[in-house]
């Protein structure tokens, strides 16, 4: 049995569907209620304010061999989970740099939004990084570090938040920007649903080429498209973190 612990932000009570669909027993729970017997397994999504009082409680529960996995931010908690965190993550790009259980055989570009921006100090692990549009680094993304008897497990970058951002788009006011390579032109003056999407049209799309059905012609024309389970895998990453 997990304990969810969701935070304040609205988006962190999606992780309930995330587990439940993926048919994994969880109790969404408080601090005080946290047992390590019963649930030797915490999740903490998104931003809550922790007193001091809660903070030391979840280093008692990992240093006794509890497993505390963070999504979106560290909520005070940068001394267990050894990083440092130095601002918001607006938006980005995961790229893993090992060979790790947590982040494998992925397909898509693996876009995020929101979330924490942080370095690891020391004694932990770095599966994976933050990247932007050109490929450079701009954090340290999932950290995996041992305390005590436990284990502590951060993915930064905000998740749970980005499947529900990528899924839902933004509110449609405006017309949309179209495609830098004029694949997509989709400012056309009628709003509609593709303005609202909120996936990089150089990043997020895949390209296929194709011939002339029923011709005989070969491969010729080129398709662009959003054709990346990007959802679908962080969904997946987040239940490989939780296995």
């Keep these: 049995m997990i304990a969810l612990l969701p935070g304040e932000n609205p988006t962190a009570r999606y992780a309930e569907e995330i587990l439940a669909h993926a048919g994994i027993p969880f109790r969404r729970t408080s601090l005080k209620r946290l047992s390590l017997a019963e649930t030797p397994l915490c999740v903490l999504v998104g931003t809550k304010r922790l007193s001091a009082e809660e903070r030391e409680q979840l280093r008692w529960f990992v240093r006794e061999g509890g497993c505390l996995l963070a999504v979106g931010a560290t909520n005070g ?14 938006e980005g790009w995961l790229r893993f740099g090992c060979s790790h259980p947590i982040g494998s055989d992925w397909q898509s570009s693996l876009h995020v939004f929101g979330g924490a921006q942080m370095t690891a100090t020391h004694d932990c692990q770095v599966i994976a990084q933050v990247v932007d549009r050109k490929g450079d680094s701009i954090s340290d993304a999932i950290t995996l570090r041992e305390v005590g008897e436990g284990l502590v497990v951060l993915i930064a970058p905000d998740i749970v938040h980005s499947i529900v951002h990528i899924q839902q788009g933004i509110a449609v006011v405006k017309d949309g920007v179209p495609a830098p390579d004029g694949s997509a032109p989709i400012n056309d003056g009628i709003l509609k649903a593709e303005d609202g999407h909120v996936l990089d049209w150089e990043r997020d799309r895949i390209a296929m080429e194709h011939g002339t059905e029923g011709t005989g012609q070969g491969m010729g024309k080129r398709w662009v498209f959003f054709g990346q389970p990007i959802t679908d895998e962080l969904r997946a990453l987040l239940l490989q973190a939780i296995f």
């Design 77 to 90: 908690l940068d001394d267990l989970f050894g990083v440092r965190c130095s601002g918001e993550l607006t």
